[in-house]
């Protein structure tokens, strides 16, 4: 079983009536994990194909810089 880290995502979403760009933090095994589960909550949400959601920088992050609250109880397993 392999550890779960966390990796923040950065990109943009370019549709005809939509342009912005999003930070958003995952759970996953590997960055290839990660960029798949940002793929189908983002496509999901905002209806976004793949072609129309870019991919700028996925990157690691330490336990202590974890933004999302969630994740970080998840992660440290406070309670």
Do not use: C, W
Request: proline letters at 3%.
């Amino acid at each position: 079983m392999s550890e779960v880290k966390v990796f923040r995502v950065t990109g943009e979403i370019r549709k005809p009536n939509l342009q912005t760009a999003f930070r958003k933090e995952v759970r996953a095994a590997k960055r290839e994990d990660a960029v798949e589960k940002i793929y189908t909550e983002i496509g999901s949400k905002h209806r976004a194909k793949r072609f129309q959601i870019k991919i700028i920088n996925v990157e690691e992050v330490p336990s202590e810089e974890i933004e999302s609250f969630i994740i970080r109880k998840l992660t440290m397993g406070e309670s």
